[in-house]
């Protein structure tokens, strides 16, 4: 996922954003934490709740001028 995530975030146009699905399962929290130490902002948009885990939908914006 860093990989796929450090790639997007090589093509984000000034004042641009994406999204990721991620999952309650995995470290969602580190992945955040590494986009806004790329100074991107990073925040969590939606979040539905399955059997087991929860889907996390996750906005990057780059903030840089």
Do not use: C, R, W
Not at 5 to 26: D, P, R, W, Y
């Amino acid at each position: 996922p860093i990989e796929i995530i450090s790639s997007a975030l090589e093509h984000i146009s000034k004042n641009g954003k994406f999204l990721f699905v991620t999952s309650s399962l995995s470290d969602y929290i580190g992945l955040m934490h590494f986009v806004q130490s790329k100074n991107y902002s990073a925040k969590i948009i939606s979040k539905k709740k399955l059997f087991f885990e929860e889907l996390i939908i996750v906005q990057v914006m780059n903030t840089l001028s």
